[in-house]
């Protein structure tokens, strides 16, 4: 796996520098078939040119870290001329390694007696005694305190007008009588007075009164089709009214009369027929 590669070329590699980096880039592509990055990749995770990462890796094969195979990476359906170097990490833990995750140095373990009162330490590699969890640098073993030295632990003092209240004399009684206040007095608000001239008092707003659709006169009714006949017979006619120089003003449907000379459209049309 890629994760295992990379702790082994961390942790036992002599490698620096950019030849590292070029190594740990490989190492990141590392399966189960090896790594075939491009040299492209390796140059941009290396933070080097394409000629200086092919430098590397072959300084890198001959210290013996990878083995390359030319044109051996790729998949099934790679074409010849398209595929990549294929690249696998030679690195192992040596003797001294412990094999685990972190790859500890078994030869800084210091074999020194337990102290009185204290567990003895096992051995790096062993598993853990039961009911004992293994330590870790993201988490380290914490002592807990005793009993004893939680009492002997001077007592926090509370203050309990910190917040600039006295909870001893609160009561449920008072915040209702105050919530009960402030309902009244945002429902009935004191008249505002002026600053600028003292005594002044805004007077209050003028009563509008509330628009009431009842008020308005009922829409006339339409009338029958026989006079809607005569009042569009009667439109097409001149009215005498102002010299005759615009026609009758009739309401085609709710009309009988002229608005301009108030004469009926049955008698404009009877006159009209009168005068043929």
């Known amino acids: 796996m890629s994760i295992d590669a990379s702790a082994i070329v961390w942790a036992h590699s002599e490698a620096t520098g950019s030849e590292l980096l070029v190594l740990l880039a490989i190492a990141d592509h590392e399966g189960d078939g090896g790594a075939w990055p491009a040299m492209e990749t390796l140059a941009r995770r290396g933070r080097v040119t394409r000629d200086a990462a092919r430098k590397i890796v072959r300084r890198l094969e001959l210290r013996g870290e990878i083995t390359t195979d030319l044109n051996g990476g790729g998949g099934l359906r790679t074409a010849a001329h398209m595929r990549t170097n294929r690249y696998e ?5 040596p003797e001294w390694c412990d094999r685990t995750a972190r790859h500890r140095d078994l030869r800084e ?5 337990p102290a009185a009162g204290t567990a003895p330490s096992r051995s790096a590699g062993s598993p853990p005694a039961a009911g004992t969890a293994e330590p870790s640098i993201n988490h380290p073993n914490k002592q807990t305190p005793s009993s004893s030295e939680v009492m002997a632990q001077p007592e926090l003092e509370i203050d309990s007008n910190q917040s600039g209240e006295n909870y001893s004399e609160w009561s449920p009684a008072d915040q209702l009588a105050k919530a009960r206040r402030r309902m009244v007095e945002a429902r009935d608000p004191k008249p505002k007075t002026s600053h600028t001239r003292p005594g002044f008092t ?11 659709s009842r008020s308005l006169a009922p829409a006339p009714e339409h009338v029958s089709p026989e006079q809607q006949a005569a009042n569009g017979a009667a439109a097409q006619l001149r009215c005498p009214a102002q010299g005759g120089k615009y026609r009758h003003l009739i309401p085609p449907a709710t009309g009988t009369h002229c608005a301009r000379c108030n004469a009926a459209a049955h008698d404009i049309i009877n006159s009209q027929e009168a005068h043929a």
């Open 202 to 212: 805004v007077p209050p707003a003028p009563h509008v009164p509330r628009f009431d």
């Open 109 to 113: 373990v210091k074999a020194d007696p």
């Open 89 to 93: 990490v030679n690195l192992k833990c």
